[in-house]
Nanobody, 127 residues
């Protein structure tokens, strides 16, 4: 059974940066995709970014493109989300997700493509 554990959330001022980590255990990910989603109170879960473990492609939502960077460390089964130029609209609980099947970049924004989810880490950006 795959387990995903996020860390790195916290409180930061607008304009600041945070780096989230997601460690995956219990499975192999050579042909899988990892994604980051977020959910603010009263809002739908929103796609943030995705990365392919084996092919290395990345995909971002328009709202974070140019500010956030997703990366991976295959040896450590860890995915990172570097978040720069944060603003209060980025405040949310951030979730890591893993897809067992290969997923094309354009489809990686759909939550239904993912089979496993972490518990989330809270990011709060103050103005």
């Amino acid at each position: 059974q795959v387990q995903l554990v996020e860390s790195g959330g916290g409180l930061v001022q607008a304009g600041g940066s945070l780096r989230l980590s997601c460690v995956a255990s219990g499975g192999t990910f050579s042909s899988n995709v990892m994604g980051w989603f977020r959910q603010a109170p009263g809002k739908e879960r929103e796609f943030v970014a995705a990365i392919s473990w084996s092919r290395g492609w990345t995909y971002y939502s328009d709202s974070v493109k140019g500010r956030f960077t997703i990366s991976r460390d295959n040896a450590k089964n860890t995915v990172f989300l570097q978040m720069n130029s944060l603003n209060p609209e980025d405040t949310a609980n951030y979730y890591c997700a893993a897809a067992r099947r290969p997923v094309v970049a354009g489809a990686s924004q759909r939550p239904a493509e993912y089979d496993y989810w972490g518990q989330g880490t809270q990011v709060t950006v103050s103005s």
